[in-house]
């Protein structure tokens, strides 16, 4: 069935410095490909997503790129902040029958330290 | 427009006994979700509902009962708690269909977090 792996963590970095957070599927078809950020004691919302090989989604600086080749879906940021520190999940949709579902990866937590 | 709201935040509940966990949403959506969120497991499927009147299993759903109330309201029972079950709970909706080859994205309510003792 379809699945998820993204890096495990924790991941801690200091301010202003470079995030990667790697993110590999499998699954049949061309899903669509997300990230998930929750912030401490929050739900889930969306970071941005793409629906299409080369597709690259961005938001609050936050890039990740559609790689089918590659089967990737990697998370950057050049330069992260204090209040970025949260749990990022990647995550893709599968269809079940019209309401499609997302499959997570296991979450990774990033601290930022100031 | 307040979203996915659930009812309630927190629920301590000794082995074997019952509760709902109540989730609505105001944005007119098709489709909500019951996910179950583990340390080091993501968040996984419990129960979905692609319509009003319609209900089906996810990947985790043994030991849960779902209703479909109305288009707004989709609630999760446990009618038996056992220790396992202790987990942060989260509702979702979505907007059923696709936006041209971009499928909507999920909203999530804030959680209930359950411990089962």
């Known amino acids: 069935g379809d699945s998820v792996t993204q890096m495990e963590g924790p991941v801690t970095l200091s301010e202003e410095a470079f995030l990667t957070i790697n993110c590999t599927y499998t699954?049949?078809?061309?899903?669509?490909l997300f990230w998930y950020v929750q912030y401490p004691g929050e739900g889930l919302q969306l970071l941005l997503k793409?629906?299409?090989?080369?597709d690259k989604g961005s938001n609050k600086g936050f890039e990740a790129t559609y790689r089918k080749e590659t089967t990737s879906f990697h998370l950057e940021k050049g330069s992260v902040q204090v209040s970025d520190s949260a749990v990022y999940f990647c995550?893709?949709?599968?269809?079940?029958?019209?309401?499609?579902?997302?499959?997570f990866g296991k979450g990774t937590k990033l601290t930022v330290n100031p | 427009n307040a979203g996915v709201t659930q009812t309630p935040k927190f629920q301590v509940l000794k082995t074997g006994q019952s509760m709902t966990l109540q989730c609505a949403q105001d944005?007119?959506?098709?489709?909500m979700y019951w996910y179950r969120q583990d340390p080091g497991m993501g968040l996984r499927l419990i129960y979905y509902?692609?319509?009003?009147?319609?209900?089906d299993k996810g990947e985790v759903p043994n030991g849960y009962n779902v209703s479909r109330l109305n288009k707004r309201e989709f609630s999760l029972r446990l009618e038996s708690a056992a220790p396992s079950q202790t987990s942060v709970y989260f509702c979702?909706?979505?907007?059923?269909?696709?936006?041209?080859?971009?499928?909507?994205?999920?909203?999530f309510g804030p959680g209930t977090r359950l411990t089962v003792t």
């Open positions: 979702a909706s979505k907007k059923a269909g696709t936006s041209g080859s971009s499928t909507y994205e999920q909203y």
């Open positions: 699954a049949t078809g061309y899903p669509s």
């Open positions: 793409a629906t299409k090989a080369d």
């Open positions: 995550a893709l949709s599968g269809d079940m029958g019209g309401s499609e579902k997302l499959v």
């Open positions: 944005m007119n959506h098709n489709s």
């Open positions: 509902s692609a319509s009003e009147g319609t209900t």
